[in-house]
């Protein structure tokens, strides 16, 4: 069959013979409902062409019928894998790029097993740890799933932005979510404090957001006393920096901390701005979603002015980013986590600590602070990329 380019993506080719498509079929087409994915079973090797992405069932040894009539895992398998497979209880995946040499973006995935039995388990496997540790283990992402969905099978951030691919898949926009495992959802944090007495505080949320949630040093200011000079000359100086790196894919959060004065004003250290001033400088920033968190005396009363932008945002206030080694610590609880995945979002900090401390407001004009997080770390697994819970 032709498929017409603009739906490759979700189309998948299945080249095997009967048995092993009988073995794995209830696997994949079940998977496949899943993903979104349609597959089409390959019984011809000139159909080839057609498909973007095709799965091999069997290895070299494996026998040829009607539906599969030549065997070209042959081909693409060396003489150590093939040996490998013969002469150990063994499987394995392999990627071929371009196979035939007429497709840049085409590729072929072989799995591979020393019998039909041992290839039946690579679907549901979950290996993103084999080729760094020899262990097969994984994030939370079968192999088969990863495969469907494009993501690579050993590693577990195929995107590199230090969220794990089964985090992003779950919260994936496929998924009536904000985050994508195959395009970078990178994070940046402006953190300004600057009140003298938050120094030790600072110093607890940085072991957080670096070593727990992840974030990328180069990626993160802190603007604090009198380390950082936690002036607005900067603060303007670090949204820009902000606003040229960061894209439409990307998540923004912005936490201001210090006192308010009256006249709708934010003291910095060199000196009281305006909020609309501090707005108009927010507004260069077109990311995905930008989340500003506000910690002072007036911030309820002041917070809305920072409610709407170019692109979504999420405007909280109280100790949501200023106490991290109190109210991080107690948050990641079941009480706050309704769904006992782990993760908790946006949203779920900030009804906890409005009916728990009634000193928390928010502003979610888009309606996205529930599908929102600091990073994918997982509280019951205490690991930013084991596999989440269900």
């Known amino acids: 069959m032709f498929v017409e380019a603009s739906d490759l993506d979700n189309i998948i080719g299945i080249y095997s013979n009967n048995i092993d498509w009988e073995l794995n079929k209830s696997t994949i087409l079940q998977t496949a409902q899943e993903t979104g994915v349609q597959i089409y079973r390959i019984t011809d090797p000139e159909e080839f062409s057609n498909y973007d992405k095709i799965l091999v069932l069997?290895?070299?040894?494996?026998?040829?019928?009607?539906?599969?009539?030549?065997?070209?895992a042959k081909d693409f398998l060396n003489d150590e894998e093939k040996n490998n497979l013969e002469e150990n209880d063994d499987v394995l995946i392999k990627d071929i790029v371009n196979p035939f040499g007429i497709n840049p973006k085409q590729?072929?995935?072989?799995?591979?097993?020393?019998?039909?039995?041992?290839t039946k388990q690579i679907p549901l496997?979950?290996?993103?740890?084999?080729?760094?540790?020899?262990?097969?283990?994984?994030?939370?992402?079968?192999?088969?799933?990863?495969?469907m969905i494009r993501?690579?099978?050993?590693?577990?951030?195929?995107?590199?932005?230090?969220?794990?691919?089964?985090?992003?898949?779950?919260?994936?926009?496929?998924?009536?979510?904000?985050?994508?495992?195959?395009?970078?959802?990178?994070?940046?944090?402006?953190y300004v404090e600057p009140y003298e007495g938050f120094k030790r505080v600072t110093s607890n949320f940085e072991d957080y957001i670096f070593n727990k949630q992840r974030f990328s040093k180069d990626n993160v200011i802190f603007l604090t006393y009198p380390k950082?000079?936690?002036?607005?000359?900067?603060?303007?100086?670090?949204?820009n920096k902000i606003a040229q790196k960061s894209d439409k894919n990307d998540f923004v959060y912005i936490y201001i901390g210090g006192h308010d004065q009256y006249g709708e004003k934010k003291t910095f250290m060199d000196g009281d701005i305006p909020y609309k001033t501090i707005d108009k400088i927010i507004d260069t920033i077109n990311s995905k979603a930008i989340i500003i968190e506000l910690?002072?005396?007036?911030?309820?009363?002041?917070?809305?002015?920072?409610?709407?932008?170019?692109?979504?945002?999420?405007?909280?206030?109280?100790?949501?980013?200023?106490?991290?080694?109190?109210?991080?610590?107690?948050?990641?609880?079941?009480?706050?986590?309704?769904n006992h995945d782990g993760y908790i979002s946006i949203k779920e900090m900030i009804r906890y600590l409005k009916n728990t401390e009634n000193d928390s407001g928010l502003i979610d004009l888009d309606n996205i602070?529930?599908?929102?997080?600091?990073?994918?770390?997982n509280f019951i697994n205490k690991s930013y990329w084991q596999k989440p819970q269900e």
């Not at 496997?125 to 495969?147: A, C, K, M, P, Q």
């Not at 950082?228 to 949204?239: G, H, M, V």
């Open 369 to 377: 602070a529930s599908k929102v997080y600091l990073g994918s770390y």
């Open 107 to 118: 590729k072929l995935t072989i799995y591979a097993g020393t019998d039909r039995d041992l």
């Open 151 to 190: 993501t690579r099978y050993d590693s577990f951030d195929t995107d590199v932005d230090m969220m794990n691919d089964a985090f992003e898949w779950k919260f994936s926009e496929k998924n009536g979510g904000l985050y994508d495992p195959l395009v970078p959802n990178d994070r940046y944090l402006l």
């Open 125 to 147: 496997g979950d290996w993103d740890l084999r080729y760094l540790t020899g262990e097969f283990v994984g994030e939370g992402l079968s192999n088969i799933i990863e495969f």
């Open 58 to 72: 069997g290895g070299h040894k494996a026998y040829i019928d009607k539906y599969m009539p030549i065997n070209i």
């Open 295 to 338: 910690s002072s005396c007036l911030d309820d009363e002041y917070m809305h002015i920072l409610k709407e932008g170019p692109c979504p945002r999420i405007v909280s206030s109280g100790p949501i980013f200023s106490y991290p080694a109190y109210n991080l610590a107690r948050r990641e609880t079941n009480k706050i986590d309704k």
């Open 228 to 239: 950082n000079n936690a002036t607005f000359s900067n603060f303007k100086k670090e949204i």
